[in-house]
């Protein structure tokens, strides 16, 4: 779960740096309509990333 206004802008531009250009690996769909999955550009996993960095923690659906 994304938990900082700074991941958000890591996060665009990170995105942003790859011309928008990204893969998504699904993994489904979650209990409230969101979908699940892994953001990839050029090799680097988006979200561990962001976890490595302190701007997201893992999330398996359990209480938070």
Sequence with gaps: AL???EGRHVSKDTLAK????????????GKYGRCLGEIILNEVNLNDL????GHAVEYDGGKR
């Design 3 to 5: 938990h900082t206004l």
């Design 18 to 29: 790859h011309e928008n250009s990204f893969i998504l690996q699904s993994h489904g769909v």
């Design 50 to 53: 962001l976890i490595t960095e």
